[in-house]
């Protein structure tokens, strides 16, 4: 049998895990806007019939035995009707930019529409970045910065990219991802 004492500490602890401690903090809103791209529609139609084209050949491909398992194959995949953006604020004085929400993205960057402004809170990694996305691309340099998501979320030293160059991101200042 247990020792009483044994028992006890073992009863608090299932006591304890059963029971979690909920911390209470206030909510952090983020406002995100949706963009409906109603001039660009002409080219949806094009998008979407190249990725019916490319699913097409895959199926084909796969039933009359062609299809090799380490292929790659590349189907386009993009949402050109709506995108979400969303205002960040980089920097200590904070500057507000306009950036397109990708969560498919790792990197974070601006510059595309409005220049970054080096501040009191900016640093220079002098690292070198460079994405292409199915849509545009950019090339820059890396800096850690203060930068501020709605009401209530700062995250000091995050890494972003700025750009010196990019292609393909009309309206937008750049990216968060």
Do not use: C
């Not at 004492?5 to 009863?11: F, I």
């Not at 895990?17 to 206030?26: D, G, I, K, S, Y």
């Not at 963009?35 to 979407?48: C, K, P, Y």
């Not at 199915?134 to 700025?162: C, R």
């Amino acid at each position: 049998m247990f020792p009483s004492s044994l028992l006890a500490t073992l009863t608090l602890a299932l006591a304890v895990a059963a029971n979690p401690v909920v911390v209470r903090e206030p909510l952090i809103s983020l406002p995100i806007a949706k963009r409906v791209n109603a001039t660009g529609t002409g080219n949806l139609l094009g998008h979407d019939q190249a990725r019916a084209r490319g699913l097409r050949q895959l199926a084909e491909a796969k039933i009359s035995g062609s299809f090799k398992s380490d292929a790659v194959v590349s189907v386009p995949a993009t949402n050109g009707l709506v995108d979400y953006v969303v205002n960040v604020q980089v920097g200590t004085p904070a500057t507000t930019f306009s950036l397109l929400v990708d969560t498919g993205s790792s990197n974070t960057w601006v510059g595309a529409g409005k220049a970054f402004r080096s501040t009191s809170s900016s640093v220079q990694t002098r690292d070198r970045v460079s994405v292409t996305y199915g849509s545009g691309d950019f090339s820059g340099t890396e800096f850690t910065d203060t930068v501020s998501l709605g009401s209530g979320l700062s995250i000091n030293s995050q890494s972003i990219g700025v750009a010196s160059r990019s292609d393909g991101f009309d309206g937008v200042d750049g990216i968060l991802g």
